[in-house]
């Protein structure tokens, strides 16, 4: 995944749920012999009025990471890049569409219930409940967009303390994250 996209910050968008929830019928289907729950729509997508790097991710909560090895070459099939290098694979496979240059999902698949699913699911939940939240990580992801515009993975990597203080006032004590090459 060499060539990217730059990190761009757009206001909300209310075509997103209607992008989410397209990927997430194929998905349901795809990936019935291994999921555990509903595909779940996270990130800043998915919450009303945050604005966002204009790509929506997917939480696919599947029963077994180790099994769910086996749905790679179907959702390749389907159009998804698999990114076997992910630093974060210990507890996930990580997929985008259609490419690294022109991004427009992204798919986590995570055991259900893995302290990472939930972590994820929580922050989403918290942005939405807390409009002044909400503003105080929109204006974090604009000044970080700013500053990493062309290294996503810092871009990331740079908004994890803000994610884990999150966590930690929702009542979750956040993992340590893996970080992503920079």
């Known amino acids: 995944m060499s060539a990217d996209q730059p990190v761009h910050i757009v206001a909300y968008d209310t075509t997103w749920p209607a992008r989410f929830a397209d990927q997430q019928d194929r998905l349901s289907t795809l990936l019935a012999p291994w999921l555990a729950a509903a595909v779940e729509h996270i990130g800043s997508t998915a919450v009303a009025g945050m604005p966002a790097k204009p790509v929506v991710d997917l939480l696919a909560p599947v029963r077994s990471l180790d099994k769910a090895q086996a749905a790679v070459p179907t959702l390749e099939e389907d159009g998804w890049l698999f990114w076997p290098e992910d ?68 871009y990331t990597n740079a908004k994890n303390d803000f994610v884990e203080q999150v966590l930690r006032n929702a009542g979750i004590q956040p993992l340590p994250r893996d970080l992503l090459p920079e």
């Open 87 to 154: 630093p974060c694979r210990h507890y996930r496979l990580w997929f985008l569409r259609p490419r690294p240059e022109a991004r427009t999902h992204h798919l986590h698949l995570v055991e259900h219930n893995h302290p990472h699913a939930k972590a994820l699911l929580a922050f989403r939940d918290t942005l939405r409940a807390d409009p002044s939240l909400r503003e105080d990580y929109a204006n974090l992801k604009r000044r970080l967009a700013v500053e990493h515009r062309n290294n996503r993975n810092a």
